[in-house]
C-alpha cells in the first residue's frame, strides 16, 4: 500500500514555482531530517522526492535513528545523520529536535510537511548567486573540486563537505508505526563526510576518489552549522 496525505496541488505550487534566472546560479539545499519509524513523516518525503526532480534544488535525506526503538530500524539510518540534526538545533538555540524536519540553506528551519511554509522558506535563495565560486567535476571515480580565494579571511570558518546519496529506494516497512505500508524514498544520504575546513584566503583544490557510481554533492558551509555559502552536484 503506498502512503498519500498531502495534497497534490500543495505539491504543484512548490514545485512549479518558477525561480529567477542569474548567471551561475547554486542550487537551494534543503535536507530533511527523517524516520521510517515515524508516522508524520511520509508527506515530507513525499515532498523532498518532488523537490528532488528540480534542477535548482538540492534536495537530500537524513535518517535518523532516535526513532528505532519503537519497533523498526531504519535501514538508512545513522547516528552522524542525528548529530547533524543536532548540532543544527544548538546553533540554533532550539532545546529539541524532531521529525520531519527540513533545513533549508543552512539557515531555516521548517516543519518538513508543511509545503508552503518551506515554500516560503525556499524564495530567498531560488536563484541565487553563491557567495564563493565552487567548481565540482567528475571523471570516472575521480572528484575534483575548486574554491579561489576570495580575497580575504572569512568570518567564519568553512567546512568542505561530500555528501552521496541514492537517489530513490523503495521499502516495505513491516513493524513499528508504518506497518504495511510500502515507501519511496528519494536522495537518501549514504555518506556525508568532511573534505577540509578553509578559511577563504587562499585557494582550495581537493581531488578525491569515488567507490562507487552514486550521484555526489559537495556542500561548502560556515562552521559549525551555519549558512550554506555554496553547493553543486557531481552526478
Given at each position: 500500500?503506498?502512503?498519500?496525505?498531502?495534497?497534490?496541488?500543495?505539491?504543484?505550487?512548490?514545485?512549479?514555482?518558477?525561480?529567477?534566472?542569474?548567471?551561475?546560479?547554486?542550487?537551494?539545499?534543503?535536507?530533511?531530517?527523517?524516520?521510517?519509524?515515524c508516522s508524520s513523516c511520509p508527506p515530507a518525503d513525499?515532498?523532498?522526492?518532488?523537490?528532488?526532480?528540480?534542477?535548482?534544488?538540492?534536495?537530500?535525506?537524513?535518517?535518523?535513528?532516535?526513532?528505532?526503538?519503537?519497533?523498526?530500524?531504519?535501514?538508512?539510518?545513522?547516528?552522524?545523520?542525528?548529530?547533524?540534526?543536532?548540532?543544527?538545533?544548538?546553533?540554533?538555540?532550539?532545546?529539541?529536535?524532531y521529525t520531519p524536519q527540513m533545513i533549508v540553506m543552512?539557515?531555516?528551519?521548517?516543519?518538513?510537511?508543511?509545503?508552503?511554509?518551506?515554500?516560503?522558506?525556499?524564495?530567498?535563495?531560488?536563484?541565487?548567486?553563491?557567495?564563493?565560486?565552487?567548481?565540482?567535476?567528475?571523471?570516472?571515480?575521480?572528484?575534483?573540486?575548486?574554491?579561489?580565494?576570495?580575497?580575504?579571511?572569512?568570518?567564519?570558518?568553512?567546512?568542505?563537505?561530500?555528501?552521496?546519496?541514492?537517489?530513490?529506494?523503495?521499502?516495505?516497512?513491516?513493524?513499528g508505526e508504518l506497518a504495511g505500508h510500502t515507501l519511496?524514498?528519494?536522495?537518501?544520504?549514504?555518506?556525508?563526510?568532511?573534505?577540509?575546513?578553509?578559511?577563504?584566503?587562499?585557494?582550495?583544490?581537493?581531488?578525491?576518489?569515488?567507490?562507487?557510481?552514486?550521484?555526489?554533492?559537495?556542500?561548502?558551509?560556515?562552521?559549525?552549522?551555519?549558512?550554506?555559502?555554496?553547493?553543486?552536484?557531481?552526478?
Open positions: 500500500m503506498r502512503f498519500f496525505s498531502v495534497p497534490s496541488l500543495i505539491f504543484s505550487a512548490v514545485c512549479a514555482a518558477a525561480a529567477p534566472v542569474y548567471a551561475d546560479p547554486s542550487p537551494v539545499v534543503v535536507e530533511l531530517f527523517t524516520s521510517q519509524g513525499e515532498l523532498l522526492h518532488r523537490l528532488a526532480q528540480r534542477e535548482d534544488i538540492l534536495a537530500l535525506a537524513y535518517h535518523v535513528d532516535y526513532w528505532d526503538y519503537i519497533g523498526w530500524a531504519d535501514v538508512f539510518a545513522a547516528p552522524e545523520y542525528t548529530n547533524r540534526q543536532r548540532g543544527y538545533a544548538h546553533v540554533g538555540g532550539r532545546n529539541m529536535i543552512g539557515r531555516e528551519d521548517v516543519v518538513g510537511a508543511d509545503a508552503m511554509q518551506i515554500a516560503e522558506a525556499m524564495e530567498n535563495y531560488l536563484g541565487h548567486k553563491p557567495r564563493v565560486k565552487l567548481s565540482v567535476t567528475r571523471s570516472g571515480s575521480r572528484l575534483n573540486i575548486s574554491l579561489p580565494a576570495m580575497g580575504e579571511v572569512a568570518d567564519k570558518e568553512m567546512r568542505v563537505q561530500l555528501v552521496r546519496y541514492m537517489p530513490l529506494r523503495r521499502v516495505d516497512i513491516k513493524r519511496d524514498y528519494a536522495n537518501v544520504v549514504e555518506s556525508h563526510e568532511t573534505l577540509a575546513d578553509w578559511d577563504g584566503k587562499a585557494a582550495l583544490d581537493v581531488s578525491v576518489t569515488l567507490p562507487d557510481d552514486l550521484p555526489a554533492a559537495v556542500l561548502v558551509q560556515e562552521w559549525p552549522f551555519g549558512p550554506i555559502v555554496a553547493a553543486a552536484r557531481a552526478e
